[in-house]
């Protein structure tokens, strides 16, 4: 899956705030990713972030 820094990330379930939507902020093994709704950073690993995302709006430099 292509996902870089900078881009959105749309995922299947809402962040405990009701926000879906996340800024990704790093990319490697682990994704650090920041909720769009309420600013908190969260660390997962990449293979649980990539099955839980719905959609990708690419923004950042690739």
């Known amino acids: ?3 870089f ?3 959105t990330i749309q995922t299947k379930k809402p962040h405990p ?3 879906s939507t996340f800024d990704v902020l ?3 093994m682990d994704f650090r990713i920041r ?3 309420c600013g908190r950073e969260i660390l997962l690993p ?3 972030i990539e099955k839980n ?3 990708v709006q690419h923004g950042g430099k690739q």
């Open 17 to 19: 705030c009701g926000s």
């Open 35 to 37: 909720c769009q709704g």
């Open 46 to 48: 990449r293979a649980k």
């Open 53 to 55: 995302i719905r959609k």
């Open 26 to 28: 790093r990319v490697g």
């Open 5 to 7: 820094v900078g881009d």
């Open 1 to 3: 899956m292509d996902i």
